[in-house]
């Protein structure tokens, strides 16, 4: 007589794996869509607010010719009258600081480029300068 025997190689065991791939598919699907709507970027912070409007920064533009004319905007300006001139447009004790911009010749003396940077420095500006001319 013949017995059967019952050995493991002869078993076949299997997982259906249709539902579980089903819901991984779900969960992906649902990640992604999630990602796209929260924008990681976004920082909340609380601004403070103010009932006045913001100053902008002033700037005032001095310029020096090679004849050492000195010209604040379009007015001429003499070199003994340069403070008192600079002083109407840089008003002391502001919060925010007024900013000089010094247009010269290329051929102007440096020597009075900083002598309007001197000035401009005591009236509490800052400056910056810019020199144009034929090469």
Known sequence: MRLRKNTLRDMHSEVDTGPLNDILFILLMFFLMVSTLANPN???MSVPNSKSDTKQKQSVVVSVDKNRHFFIGSKLVKP???????RKFIKEGDSIKPAVVINADSITHWGEIVRVMKVARKLGATTSATVTGKD
């Open 42 to 44: 976004v920082i909340k």
């Open 80 to 86: 003994d009258s340069l403070e008192s001139a600079l």
